[in-house]
């Protein structure tokens, strides 16, 4: 079956510009995080879904970084107003139900800030 | 705080030996616990995971090992094939609800032919 997939791939941004960042999730997962890797560091936790409810904002840097996932499904990471310390992957990933089972990461956002 | 880390950065192997690659937290209360295989340009991909009622897991090729009482978490690979070579993350969970997980910073396995 298909993983959970992520679009675009590559994202140039002129500093200030906004950029949205969409996850497909495996169909019927439940749970939904989305997390930051900077360049040779390892996932940092942004935020995290329970169907439509956002349980979890803790990890969002800023108030210019908004996610949504109106149906439960998609979800959409929003960056307004870009920064160059934005640039980093941004990693989505799915969960069958909602504790403590296998995150499954789909292949990330790559965003550059000019 | 709370804190994940890798003892080395990079770990080189011949191919067909096991190798051993290490990871300490710092947060007691963490009751789950997984490693991740990162190859270039791709995602973290689910290897094997351990819950803190274990110290001890076997996979295809891999074992974990969880201790809770130095808070060391291992993973082992046996006889390394060049397509393990990737960068490899552990990351707990933070055991109080809430369900991000935490993720060292990695170690990057080399398979020598």
């Known amino acids: 079956g298909a993983g959970v997939s992520q679009s675009p791939r590559y994202k140039v941004a002129k500093r200030g510009q906004d950029v949205a960042l969409r996850c497909d999730p495996i169909?019927?997962?439940?749970?939904l995080f989305w997390y930051q890797q900077a360049l040779g560091q390892g996932p940092e936790f942004l935020t995290y879904?329970?169907?439509?409810?956002?349980?979890?904002k803790s990890g969002l840097p800023s108030d210019r970084f908004f996610a949504e996932r109106p149906e439960g499904s998609v979800s959409t990471l929003k960056i307004q107003r870009t920064q160059q310390e934005d640039s980093a992957v941004y990693l989505c990933?799915?969960?069958?139900?909602?504790?403590?089972?296998?995150?499954?990461f789909g292949p990330g956002t790559r965003l550059l800030v000019l | 705080g709370e804190s994940v880390g890798l003892h080395l950065p990079t770990l080189s192997v011949q191919e067909g030996d096991n190798s051993i690659i290490n990871c300490a937290y710092s947060n007691s209360a963490s009751d789950y616990f997984i490693w991740y295989k990162q190859e270039s340009g791709k995602g973290p991909q689910f290897i094997i995971d351990i819950r803190s009622n274990m110290d001890k897991r076997q996979g295809q090729r891999v074992t974990v090992l969880l201790n809770k009482t130095v808070k060391h978490l291992s993973l082992q690979i046996a006889a390394t094939q060049p397509g393990d070579s990737a960068v490899y993350f552990c990351?707990?969970?933070?055991?109080?609800?809430?369900?991000?997980?935490?993720f060292g910073k990695g170690t990057h396995l080399i398979i020598q032919p």
């Open positions: 990933a799915s969960r069958q139900g909602s504790f403590q089972e296998t995150q499954y």
């Open positions: 990351a707990c969970d933070s055991g109080g609800g809430a369900d991000g997980l935490t």
């Open positions: 879904f329970q169907n439509e409810a956002q349980l979890d």
């Open positions: 169909s019927g997962h439940v749970s």
